[in-house]
């Protein structure tokens, strides 16, 4: 087995536990992701739970894992409800855009995966859609079917829940008093907890998107996909599963029930998730609106990678309360990051090579379960250390870039354009300097500042800088 030099660990929903990471095969880690629902545009808070399973992966990476991804696409059977009841998403988004259900699918996820390439978010192995996956879909419910768990009423085809011994474990579910409680109604239902596996198609509706299958004609519910199309690319047992905290109850819940159920062997070893980005201290879902997009934010002056960098100053199981102050403070010390880093690059003195030091304090964030707030500690001591060279300090920092992922290989002096009235005073201030009228040229200099260019003398002549 791949020792990693410091052990890395996660904490595993599934045990409540800060747990050792160990892979099933020591060369490769198989990791799946719960990804979009395609019917509108991926807000902040759902691309915080993207930024944090990239950190995830990119922390696998530095550790010398190749890590085998899947990103799934909901472009079907995710209904309004997540208690199998409602409009499906998709058909409802078509209707109101007047579009067909795969122009609304490929046009969101486009934006998506534009929008996770400006966050500096790894691509997957595979994107995998539902609607490509019915066949698998089908042959899961087949296998369910066999071995009696599931069942049927007049709207679908269920799994009893009841029969599958440790249902609700990972969610710590009590469902005893989910029996008891009036939140979930039964309906047809044997048990609160029951959930579709195969809906029918409405006899007063047309659907766009439906297919046949020895039920009847109908589309998939929506967590049988994750099991079918994570199994069919990472197989029965694979090692991480991510997404956000919302899908601990359900989602993930039922994803567990029906692979087991099906395949009678554990499905995933670590379960990670992500805590939500807030707005006013609520949580904000995609149907609700609110939470500002990518585009949005840069409309407002906030490149993706400020966003980026403000998620990663929060731990990822720890609710993030978004203000527009806190990301105009990441944006300050991201442009001091991208200065600094600059500066370091035009630097040539000597200094001591400090990699060592700084490589394994950052180490041991990162592989603390993810801890990013301390690992851009780090990151920013090193950054600072005037005793550390910079040729070797430069290094070391894009190395850690690999995980944190702020593009610092990419920062470049901006060319900025000189307004033509700042070029003038300069050129006055020079021809006062050429006559010795020093008081004179240092009031000129005062005017170029006060408009926001610093002025300095170089032997080359005077150089402009642009304040930040
Ligand atoms: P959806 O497109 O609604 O299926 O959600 C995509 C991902 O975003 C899922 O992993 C959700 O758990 C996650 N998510 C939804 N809302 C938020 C939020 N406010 N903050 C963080 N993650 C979220
Ligand atoms: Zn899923």
Known sequence: MKQA??????????????????????????????????????????????????????????????????????????????????????????KKEHKSAKEIANHYLDIFKDDLKKL??????????????????????????????????????????????????LARLNIKELKAGKRISLGEKKNKTDFALWKFSSPNEKRQQEWSSPWGIGFPGWHIECSAMSMKYLGNHFDIHTGGEDHIPIHHTNEIAQSEAATGKKFVNYWLHGAFLLYNKEKISKSKGGLYTISELKKLGYEPLVYRYMCLQTKYRKPLNFTLESLEAAKTSYERIKNKIIEIKKQTHKGNDLTKTYESQFAKAINNDLNMPQALQVFHSALDDFEFSPKFKLSLLKNFDSVLGLGIKDFKEEKTLIPEEIKKLVKEREALRKLKEFAQADILRQRILEKGYEVSDTQKGPKLTKKT
């Open 5 to 94: 030099k410091i052990p890395i660990k996660f904490y595993n929903t599934l045990t409540r536990k800060k747990e050792i990471f160990v892979p099933i095969r020591s060369s490769q880690v198989k990791m799946y992701t719960c990804g979009p629902t395609v019917y509108w545009y991926q807000h902040i808070g759902n691309l915080r739970t993207y930024i944090f399973s990239d950190i995830l992966r990119k922390v696998l990476e530095y550790n010398k894992y190749k890590v085998k991804q899947i990103i799934n696409v909901t472009d079907v059977g995710h209904l309004t409800s997540d208690a199998d009841e409602g409009e499906d998403k998709i058909e409802k988004a078509a």
């Open 120 to 169: 500096n978010i790894s691509s997957p192995k595979k994107y995998t859609k539902a609607t490509e996956h019915i066949k698998e879909q089908i042959e899961l419910k087949k296998k369910l079917e066999r071995k009696e768990y599931t069942y049927k009423t007049s709207d679908g085809i269920y799994f009893n829940s009841k029969k599958f011994k440790n249902y609700g474990i």
